[in-house]
């Protein structure tokens, strides 16, 4: 996404980007299509990262309308595809608490028998996630996806929320992808939110975890999660940060 000074995902919104206080935007991939982070991952990221002989399970967290997640598998079908792909299966869950969304990439879905989605609000319940896991024979994920969301889980759910984002996702992942939205979006967001006449984020001006969000996600997922951060994929146009941890 473009760096937040000169249009940020709450102003791209088209119809009313106050409408979507939890990042669920109606056109969301109009305005950072797949590729903006495709490009900087790997196809082959799951060989990377040890799992491109086995079945893996990918979860996306807020896939939206579930664009990304299509593109990603097939992105990382590409080196998958060059041998034998039915020795590697791979699955992948996306979920995300807005039911229009999740309805509508169920709809477009190239992939059921390998790619799921579902409606889940991951604050307050993961027994869906627990479910599919057993599902498939597995205790994790072998990798997260989480991709512009902490934001807004910290302007809804407060600083506990993030923390408690972030910790659920390492205790069910042996590899995290994230992008952390730097601070000037949340001041973005909220100077938004304003302009429309709607109420401030319920926790934004009593928020105490500030400033350089991808390095406060580091050092909490390496200090309390037991996850180390293994390689860095640079900056999306958006100015964003690609970080892969790893279960240590």
């Not at 399970?57 to 939206?64: E, K, P, S, T, Y």
């Not at 659920?168 to 939110?193: F, G, I, M, T, V």
């Not at 302009?195 to 200090?223: N, P």
Request: proline share 4%; hydrophobic share 35%; net charge negative.
């Amino acid at each position: 996404m473009a760096a937040c000074s000169k249009i940020s995902e709450v102003e791209a919104e088209i119809d009313d980007p106050g409408a979507a206080p939890f990042g669920n935007f109606i056109n969301y991939y109009t305005f950072n299509p797949p590729e903006n982070r495709l490009s900087l991952i790997p196809a082959s990221l799951l060989k990377d990262v040890g799992h491109g002989e086995h079945k893996a399970l990918i979860l996306d967290v807020g896939c939206n309308s579930g664009e990304l997640t299509v593109a990603f598998y097939e992105h990382i079908q590409k080196t998958l595809t060059e041998e034998d792909p039915s020795q590697r299966p791979v699955h992948m869950l996306g979920f995300d608490l807005d039911e229009t969304l999740i309805q509508r990439a169920n709809q477009t879905n190239p992939f059921p028998n390998n790619i799921s989605f579902i409606h889940l609000d991951i604050m307050s319940d993961t027994e869906a996630l627990q479910d599919y896991l057993k599902q498939h024979g597995c205790s994790r994920f072998h990798l997260c996806l989480c991709l512009a969301v902490t934001m807004w889980v910290h302007l809804n759910h407060g600083d506990s929320g993030l923390l408690q984002l972030l910790s659920d996702l390492s205790s069910c992942s042996e590899h995290l992808l994230l992008e952390a939205q730097p601070w000037k979006c949340y001041r973005s967001a909220a100077r938004r939110l304003r302009k429309l006449g709607r109420l401030d984020f319920d926790h934004f001006k009593t928020l105490g975890i500030k400033g350089d969000m991808a390095e406060h996600a580091k050092q909490y997922l390496e200090k309390h999660c037991g996850m180390e951060l293994v390689q860095s994929f640079g900056s999306t146009m958006w100015d964003r940060k690609l970080l892969l941890f790893k279960k240590r």
